[in-house]
């Protein structure tokens, strides 16, 4: 659509040549002689330039009402020799920018475009601050159990206090978006939030990558780097997956916690930070506690305002809002036909198990709207996963023919190791436990690494 711009000028001949020059570079032109006449075309302009002294009200003024109507209406002012340093006020009263006279059209074209392209820019920005934060309104995370009203309950408390937060269930249940929740609806919303995937980082890059580092520290360390929790500075911190942290870096996230304080890597001086850290883990940091692998000083200033969330197996109630959420989400994303999701269909999805929560039902409505050709999602239309078949065992379906319990936990383990090439990380996860609990467990069964990751 053609921008509207309101062109205020006393000098009848000038505003007749930048009407011109403007409707002739495709813009819609009201114009106006003085800031009292042009006060009726200021709901549909998109920028509005103005001569700072008119007759009876001035420039200043009609900036001012204009302002008064959308703070967000870009001004130029068109200023004689001489009323530069009024202009200068009139700036730091809200104009966009003033245009000294006598002036070539060809700079006020420039101006004119500079200011759109900021006005869109800043419309744009808004408009998708104003998307995420919808995203992370409750209606957005999905839940009418009892359970997730209670969640919802703590988030509002919880999110105006600057409290560490762990969250604690499995893998897909929606801990990040619960997370990002928070955040959002918290005084540091505005600021940044940095999510830490504690299982993506190498064990030797951890501190560097957490705390940073300086010019020298190591060799390829060419520059100094600042680290995630330098870069969450005001911000909120979120440690996915907590329990997969080393003891060593344990300590200094305690420090951070109790002192908001640490050293980058290399370097003696101490860094003070202000960050709010929620955490989040898939396994009972408990049970942790007890194999020696966690600190339990840590874990208590983690479990400040513990938040667990419960699988979606044991809130099936939540499931047919869930899935007519996720047809009205992706339905417009994948251009599908389908508009609405069968009560046989809800029924079916019901009597799965979901071993994956709620990310693996948000996949297979995407896979299942993608194959549907109706418009709406019925019961035969939903691709389910087939269930894994079990191992083979000994009759009773219990333990393998001639194996003990811990003969069978060996080879679990190592069968592990093997799917996962010897990475103890990605064996721990096949194995819903932490690297840490892993190494624990060949520390007490006496298997040597190399020989367990045969």
Request: one cysteine or more.
């Amino acid at each position: 659509m053609k921008k509207h711009i309101l062109v205020v000028e006393d000098e009848d001949k000038l505003r007749r040549v930048m009407q011109l020059q403007l409707a002739s570079a495709g813009y819609e032109v009201d114009q106006a002689p003085t800031a009292e006449q042009a006060i009726p075309f200021l709901d549909r302009a998109d920028l509005v330039l103005t001569d700072l002294k008119l007759p009876g009200m001035s420039g200043q003024d009609l900036l001012s009402i204009a302002h008064r109507q959308n703070a967000n209406l870009p001004v130029i002012l068109l200023t004689a020799f001489g009323s530069v340093e009024t202009a200068v006020e009139a700036m730091k009263a809200g104009a966009y920018d003033f245009i000294p006279k006598p002036f070539s059209l060809d700079h006020l074209m420039q101006v004119v475009r500079k200011a759109l392209e900021f006005s869109a820019l800043r419309d744009e920005n808004r408009k998708l601050r104003e998307e995420l934060g919808h995203r992370y309104q409750f209606e957005n995370i999905v839940g009418r159990s009892r359970a997730m009203q209670e969640i919802f309950a703590t988030i509002v408390r919880v999110a105006p206090t600057r409290a560490t937060v762990l969250l604690a269930g499995e893998s897909g249940v929606g801990k990040d978006l619960i997370a990002r929740a928070i955040h959002f609806h918290s005084a540091r919303r505005d600021r940044p939030f940095v999510k830490i995937d504690c299982t993506a980082l190498p064990e030797n890059l951890m501190e560097s990558e957490l705390f940073g580092y300086e010019k020298g520290a190591f060799t390829g360390a060419n520059t100094s780097k600042p680290g995630k929790f330098e870069q969450a500075d005001t911000g909120t911190v979120m440690l996915d997956e907590i329990g997969d942290v080393p003891p060593a870096i344990q300590v200094k996230l305690l420090r951070i916690l109790q002192e908001r304080e640490f050293e980058r890597l290399g370097s003696n001086k101490t860094l003070r930070i202000d960050v709010r850290v929620i955490a989040a883990t898939n396994v009972d940091l408990r049970a942790a506690l007890e194999q020696g692998t966690f600190r339990e000083d840590l874990y208590y200033r983690l479990n400040v305002v513990p938040i667990n969330i419960p699988p979606l197996r044991e809130r099936k109630e939540d499931i047919p809002f869930l899935a007519r959420h996720f047809v009205a989400k992706l339905s417009s994303d994948l251009g599908a036909t389908v508009e609405t999701v069968s009560d046989a269909a809800i029924g079916k999805l019901g009597e799965y198990h979901w071993p994956g929560n709620v990310r693996e039902l948000e996949n297979i409505i995407e896979r299942s709207l993608v194959l549907c050709p109706h418009k709406v999602l019925d019961a035969a239309d939903v691709r389910l996963d087939p269930a894994p078949r079990s191992k083979g065992g000994a009759g009773d379906g219990f333990l393998p023919e001639g194996m003990s319990l811990d003969d069978f936990e060996k080879s679990i383990i190592r069968e592990a190791l093997r799917r996962a090439g010897g990475n103890k990380s990605q064996a721990a996860r096949f194995l819903g436990i932490t690297r840490n609990a892993l190494r624990y467990r060949l520390s007490q069964m006496g298997m040597e690494d190399t020989e367990a990751a045969r």
